[in-house]
C-alpha cells in the first residue's frame, strides 16, 4: 500500500475512534488483523462465552478458531449442520453471553453505527444483553455520514451479504438494493447507533486494512 492511503486511512480511522470515544463507546485503532485478533483476545477473559454475530470480517480474523483452541466457550447459530430450532436457541443464548463478537455494516466519522439486520438479533445483542460487545471493522467501512453508510449498506454490504448466503434476492443480480419484497430479503431492520446505549459496555476496533463487505 502507498504510504499517502495509508495515512490517509490512519487519519480517518483515529478520528472515528475519536467521535466514537465523545459517543461513550470504547474504541481502538489497530493497524492489522493479527492485532485486532489480539485486541479481541486481551478483552475476553479465558472462560467467557462467546456469541458470535454473523460477521465475515470476524470469519477473517478467524476469531472462531482462535477463540476455541484458547478453550472459549462459543454459540455460533451459522455453524455448519446446525438445524433452524438450534440456532433459534443460540440467537437467544446470545443476548446473554458474556461476550458478543460482530462486525459492524458502517459507521461515521462523527462515531455512530449503522447496521442493517434480516432477524434482528445481531443488532439486539449490539444493543443490549451481553456483558461486553466487541465489534471489529475495516477501514473501508468508515463513511462521511449516516446517509452514506445507508448507501453503503445498500450497494456493497447487503447485496454481497445475501450474494453470501445464496438468497434468492433481486440485489444478487444487480449487486444494488431493489428494496425487494422477496421471502428471503436480509434486511428487516436498520439499526443506528448514536451514542453507546448506558448500561453496555462496547468496544469498537477499527483495524487499518480492508476486512468484511
Ligand atoms: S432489501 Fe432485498 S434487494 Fe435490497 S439489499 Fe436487502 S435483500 Fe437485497
Redesign the pocket.
Known sequence: MHEALNWHQQTLAERTVDALIKNRFRAVYVPDKETALKAILDETAADAVVGMGGSWTTSELKAQETLEKRGNKVLNHNAPGTTPAEASVIRHQQLACDVFLTSTNALTLDGQLVNVDGSGNRVAAMIFGPKKTIVVAGVNKICSTVEDAVTRI?TCA??VN?KRLN?K???THTGV????D?PE???SVTTIMHKKPHPADILVIIVGEPLGF
Open positions: 445498500e447487503a447485496p445475501a438468497r434476492t433481486p440485489c438494493c431493489q428494496d425487494c422477496s430479503r436480509i434486511c
